[in-house]
């Protein structure tokens, strides 16, 4: 046990529908309830609320696992699978309602782009802030300061109040506060999307580098070449539960593979469809920029989507329409995407064929989708589904500025122009 820094037994979080939630503690917050206890637990061995079962739901369920000291250990599952909930259980944000977790030295927590901050204290002020609540002395801080703000780079506003800050600023000095602070275990969400291409890089590197310190390092991402590079064991969340808990290369592999299955839907069996049937959609797959099965894809990055459908005709369709209809999650058509008003049509050879709709750079927001299909042939209808599928949509840098837009549905490429009148 030792050389055990996090040992979770049966943790599990329930969340009942509807009712109100526990009040939001930031990190900083949470954090300075226990700063100074160098051996930390949370136990709730069935106390929590059950509900009546039917306005409930876990979140997480008889979670266990054990991380040792100067591992780096990767995180990975759908949206919803539980992950996000499992890290503020452990940063202390939030209490499970079952099992109990212990975690050996200080931890710093990187969940959200701002958390731990207070808007009306300058960056400085609040890199000294943080680094109290986790303990350290004055002494040990001045020691850091000037590396943490490097690695920031955000030396010129060092002074200025982080309300005025943007998300791509708050990433940058969240991340160098977490990392620099010496903790003995550094936590990690999904959170480096907003950042650029290089910071990215330079937020990994400093994660290598944090559990060649002897450290242990927790780390979330969608981005399976991250967790592949970084990380020596992965666990994989489903539902709420661990589905696998391994070497990273055979875990990632076996996600991979069920996400393939599960975004290949049979499209084939669907009997809510319409049309003469000449040509059935029978599968579809989400695929990233290389081709490869994705989760979910990435604001402003290349998305695929491919489809598999047959030509039950005997010989070629010369005269032949694809459309495809994307909905928000509340229903909403938010575009229409067709070869007709593209003014091309398709040749199909019998038999089955792939189709693939390719987005160079995607431009929705975050969120859920659905899409419906159409097909016709000499302008009528072969095969129509209604809400055929759906794709997830996570945050993305699309304008490569170190920024994501903070609300919208869709982001519009533009230019800001300025002239005398």
Known sequence: MSDVVICCENLSKQYRIGAKQEPYRTLRDSLANAAMAPFRMFTRDGKGSKGNGQDTIWALKDVSFEVKRGEVVGIIGRNGAGKSTLLKILSRITEPTEGRARLKGR??????????????????????????????????????????????????????????????????????????????????????????????????????DVAKQGRTVLFVSHNMAAIQTLCGKTMLLARGKKANYGATADVCQGYLRCVEEEIHSDLGSRKDRQGSQAVVFKSFRTLDGDRRPVSAFLCGQPAVLYFELENRRRGPLRNFDFALGIDSSLGFRITHLSTNVGGTSLQIAAGTQAVEVVIDKLSLMPGLYTFTLFATENGEVADWVQNAGSFFVEAGDYFGSGRIAPQGVFIMNHRVVVSNV
């Open 107 to 208: 931890i710093a927590a990187l969940l959200e782009v701002g958390t731990g901050f207070n808007p009306e204290l300058t960056g400085r002020e609040n890199i000294y802030l943080n680094a109290a609540i986790l303990g350290m002395k004055k002494a040990e801080i001045d020691r850091k300061f000037d590396e943490i703000v490097a690695f920031a780079e955000v030396e010129k506003f060092i002074d200025t109040p982080v309300k005025h800050y943007s998300s791509g600023m708050h990433l940058r000095l969240g991340f160098g506060v977490a990392a620099h602070l010496e903790p003995e275990i550094l936590v990690v969400d999904e959170v480096l999307a907003v950042g650029d291409a290089q910071f990215q890089k330079k937020c990994l590197g400093k994660m290598g």
